[in-house]
């Protein structure tokens, strides 16, 4: 069964960290891109990074860059999104998601076929 599976989502105060990982089956992490979108309530879903197939290339939102990092364990078929520097604004429902066989790294969330479940994070003052 190909799926994605979230976890590491939390409770956080501003300033603090969280690692979230998404664990795939049913597909090699290294053979697709892959990313990271968050849906904070009343707002739509945004891009916060991604990952090229294949290789180190990476993507991130404004929003995020040089606080958050997108990487992968091969060994582990895992995802990560490591977030530091949390603040308020980063309050959402994390999903993680794989483009289909072939696909580009992409910002649009149209671009990915396969997501996982979510996992929320919630960062207080």
């Known amino acids: 069964q190909v799926q994605l599976v979230e976890s590491g989502g939390g409770l956080v105060q501003a300033g603090g960290s969280l690692r979230l990982s998404c664990a795939v089956s049913g597909r090699t992490v290294n053979a697709y891109a892959m990313g990271w979108f968050r849906q904070a309530p009343g707002k739509e879903r945004d891009f916060v990074a991604g990952i090229m197939r294949g290789g180190t290339i990476t993507l991130y939102a404004d929003s995020v860059k040089g606080r958050f990092t997108i990487s992968r364990d091969n060994a582990k078929n895992t995802l990560y999104l490591q977030m530091n520097s949390l603040n308020r604004a980063d309050t959402a429902v994390y999903y993680c998601?794989?483009?289909?066989?072939?696909?580009?790294?992409?910002?649009?969330?149209?671009?990915?076929?396969?997501w996982g479940q979510g996992t929320q994070v919630t960062v207080s003052s």
């Open positions: 998601a794989s483009t289909p066989s072939g696909g580009q790294l992409s910002r649009r969330g149209v671009n990915y076929d396969l």
